[in-house]
């Protein structure tokens, strides 16, 4: 099962025509510090948050977004040659999906089940 979720995550490295390596630079002066002082993380989120919106913009025109999630952050880095105060967020494929389907892969290929909705809503 393992090595279909690797041939999954690779296939992206193959054959998408762009890839992005998105970084956060920790060490910004931008803004002064404000908020990054008593929340550093902020500025990695800021970056996920531009990256959900690029995700969602890809979609609105047919494209495919993958978040490769199996590369060594540190190899990445040094082999990108980027300074050291720069932490890589994510890396991204992005390309024109060969299917388009209704159901996520991971379930349409039986690696897990959808999650049902009591499992993710809380009420109180």
């Not at 990054?36 to 495919?64: C, D, K, N, Q, Y």
């Not at 932490?87 to 897990?112: F, M, N, S, T």
Request: net charge negative.
């Amino acid at each position: 099962m393992k090595y279909r979720l690797l041939q999954l995550k690779l296939s992206g490295l193959d054959q998408a025509p762009l890839q992005l390596a998105v970084f956060c630079e920790e060490a910004t002066n931008q803004g002064h510090g404000l908020g990054s002082a008593t929340m550093p993380e902020t500025l990695a989120w800021s970056v996920v948050g531009a990256i959900h919106l690029l995700w969602l913009s890809a979609r609105v025109h047919g494209l495919g977004l993958g978040w490769v999630s199996i590369l060594d952050p540190v190899e990445v880095t040094r082999a990108l040659d980027v300074p050291p105060s720069w932490k890589l967020i994510a890396y991204l494929c992005l390309g024109w999906p060969e299917d388009i389907h209704d159901v996520p892969e991971l379930e349409r290929l039986h690696w897990q089940a959808r999650t049902t909705e009591g499992r993710i809503v809380l009420d109180r």
